[in-house]
């Protein structure tokens, strides 16, 4: 075991590389059961860290538990053994609604569906986790939420309801929204799961660029392979448990 | 302050881009509202109305000489001894109050009482020819006792006033001066159990709306009542006292009798049967009404739980970004409070204008319009009812919506 741990790291600094190595997430023996409709281990004694300004992405066949970890890791699913730290905080055994303060604080999400609120502009959903972190006034986040899309190149469209805009767009503005609280990590359950190739692209460039630019931590679950070939590191599980820290050879 | 205000943005603009449900949802409690206040007020109304009828003859408080049953001469000395007592008779020689005048003074000086008059009642006949006809004739002071009774106020012909001081006078109820065939200025015989027999000529016709008393029921001077019964002016039979809060009355029947040894009996225990019926509609109504309401809170619940359902979605990634159950249940709740006030508003309107009509329907006498009026405090309790209604009805989905699981809804 500890031979192994430390087989884990040195594998890990030889392609971290230039990237920075402040761990912001944290697991240890991560196990999680599925009762339904047979009682089966999803999850086993997953264990990794997750450094800041790092592009992560976690692959595996499905079934693999890789989008459940995810889940675990959100902070949103809450019935797992083992300990999540987020920034050495220890994250596990927090109230609800102690979790849901620190996911509008320190984690932004992105969806295959975008899960935008229909009711409202691109602008405003953007906008509302913002409004509920209210360490802004209304127009200052106006501002910042502004800045965001225009980022993405999305500025025209700001006032726009969001079901006129095409998918690739949509995307961009729930990125916009995850990225509106400079949270430290950024969780994405295929981010390009339904997106054309061009789509793709712009979505792994922004990330690229956030992870190494605002060095915010990415980590994202994905099967699409050429879009985990060029992340800076991948994760590959199988049957719930990490069978790779660094996966280098895609089939 | 921004964070309550991003909850009730997101609550308001789930109402704005639904209007048609929110609309549907407020007519159901505009509706319940509406009939809520509208039978209360109809309930009040005929409250007021009955008990108008009440006071028209009977006082908020009567005192009066009860009768007594004659007790044994010796009193049993211990338990085991009984006394048997032959016979038991009613030992009240006088119906007179002792001192009337002084008893009048003292209840004048109680802040509570507005009005006390002396009366003395006389069981006669009247006579007109061959016909006769059972009855009572209240001897009063003619001015005092129109402003306790305002008798003035239903007398169908002549005047009140042509009694005053006018020994040789009578007014009579509307039914004796039918069965008696007289009219306005005739005469008619009144004679009492005493022998004393007058002509009396009729100065007024009351009506009262109730036919008991209409064909029973005379004013005469209390002095003219007093020489039917062979007694001279200190002899009262009853003192009627008005108060301030009619609906108090026991209570200040309670403090009286401690002035005096009489009965003393408030307008309550005079009117029981009557008020058992008052209470058995005022329950009835209340029932009717609130379940109406209840059936209007049901369609907040449903089109609510409809919303839940339909923004579950939403929910989740409201969840996800960082609202927190109670965040979620201000929304739902907050829509749900809106709603309801909308909802009330529009019933109170609706209630008001629906009372409005009511009020000018001519019933005919001797009930004269509708009786139904504005409250202010049922336009409150309705109000009220209707919010804490639509709160309960949308508290509900809002608990179900704020115990969404996130990780349920993007999985699948």
Not at chain 1, 186 to 208: A, R, W, Y
Not at chain 2, 114 to 138: C, E, M, P, R, W
Request: charged share 20%; proline share 3%.
């Amino acid at each position: 075991m500890n031979q192994f741990e430390n087989l884990k790291t040195t594998e890990q600094e030889k392609t971290a590389g230039s990237i920075n190595r402040d761990v912001v997430l944290r697991t240890k023996g991560i196990g999680k059961y599925f009762h339904e409709p047979v009682k089966f281990k999803v999850l086993d004694n997953i264990s990794f860290e997750a450094y800041k300004g790092e592009f992560l992405t976690l692959v595996g066949k499905s079934g693999s538990g890789k989008s459940t970890l995810l889940y675990c890791l959100s902070t949103m699913d809450t019935t797992y053994e083992g300990e999540l730290f987020i920034e050495n905080e220890k994250i596990t055994g927090k109230k609800t609604d102690e979790l849901a303060a620190l996911r509008n604080k320190s984690i932004g999400f992105i969806f295959q569906f975008h899960y935008l609120l229909p009711e409202f502009s691109c602008l405003k959903n953007v906008m509302l986790p913002a409004l509920k972190l209210g360490k802004h006034s209304y127009q200052e986040v106006e501002e910042q939420a502004y800045h965001k899309l225009e980022m993405l190149g999305l500025k025209d469209q700001a006032l726009k309801p969001t079901s006129k805009l095409s998918g690739g767009q949509q995307q961009r503005v729930s990125i916009a929204r995850s990225l509106i609280n400079n949270p430290q990590i950024i969780m994405c359950d295929e981010p390009t799961g339904n997106l054309d190739s061009k789509n793709t692209q712009i979505v792994f460039d922004i990330f690229k660029q956030v992870a190494h630019d605002h060095g915010q931590t990415i980590i994202a679950v994905t099967h699409d392979n050429d879009f985990a070939k060029a992340s800076d590191r991948t994760i590959e599980l199988a049957d719930g448990k990490i069978t790779n820290y660094d996966k280098k050879n895609f089939d | 302050m921004r964070k309550k205000s991003v909850n009730i943005d997101i609550a308001f603009t789930h109402i704005f881009t639904r209007k048609k449900q929110t609309l549907v949802a407020c007519l159901g409690v505009t509706l319940g509202v509406a009939v809520y206040l509208f039978m209360n007020s109809l309930s009040g109304g005929f409250s007021v109305y009955s008990r108008g009828e009440i006071f028209k003859n009977s006082a908020h408080i009567k005192i009066y000489k009860e009768d007594k049953i004659s007790k044994p001469f010796i009193e049993s000395s211990n338990e085991n001894e009984l006394v048997a007592i032959v016979n038991p008779q009613i030992t009240t020689l006088s119906k007179t109050l002792v001192n009337p005048q002084g008893l009048l003074d003292k209840l004048k000086k109680q802040g509570f009482l507005t009005h006390a008059i002396a009366q003395v009642n006389v069981d006669v006949f009247y006579n007109n020819g061959k016909s006769q006809l059972k009855g009572t004739a209240n001897g009063v002071n003619v001015l005092e006792a129109d402003a306790m009774f305002n008798i003035s106020s239903y007398m169908v012909g002549g005047s009140l006033k042509d009694l005053q001081g006018n020994l040789g006078g009578i007014v009579i109820g509307k039914g004796i001066a039918e069965k008696l065939n007289v009219r306005l200025n005739d005469n008619i015989t009144v004679s009492s159990s005493y022998g004393i027999t007058k002509t009396l000529k009729v100065k007024g016709i009351f009506s009262t709306g109730s036919a008991l008393s209409d064909q029973s029921k005379s004013y005469i001077n209390i002095s003219t009542a007093q020489q039917f019964v062979k007694e001279g002016p200190s002899y009262v039979t009853t003192i009627y006292a008005n108060t301030l809060n009619p609906d108090a009355a026991p209570d200040y029947a309670k403090a009286l009798q401690q002035l005096t040894e009489y009965k003393v009996e408030p307008w309550q225990v005079t009117n029981a049967d009557v008020l058992s019926g008052d209470l058995v509609r005022n329950t009835m109504m209340g029932a009717i009404s609130l379940s109406i309401l209840v059936v209007a809170a049901f369609g907040i619940y449903n089109i609510l739980n409809m919303t839940v359902m339909q923004k579950i979605n939403d929910i989740a990634i409201l969840k996800a970004t960082g609202f927190s159950g109670g965040d979620v249940i201000k929304i739902f709740v907050t829509e749900a409070l809106v709603m309801g006030f909308l909802g009330c508003l529009m019933g109170l309107e609706v209630g008001g204008i629906l009372i409005a009509i009511m009020q000018n329907v001519w019933m005919g006498p001797p009930v004269g319009y509708f009786p139904i009026y504005f409250s202010p405090q049922f336009f409150m309790s309705s109000f009220l009812l209707g919010i804490l209604a639509t709160l309960g009805a949308g508290y509900i989905p809002a608990r179900k919506a704020s115990k969404v699981d996130p990780v349920e809804i993007f999985r699948k």
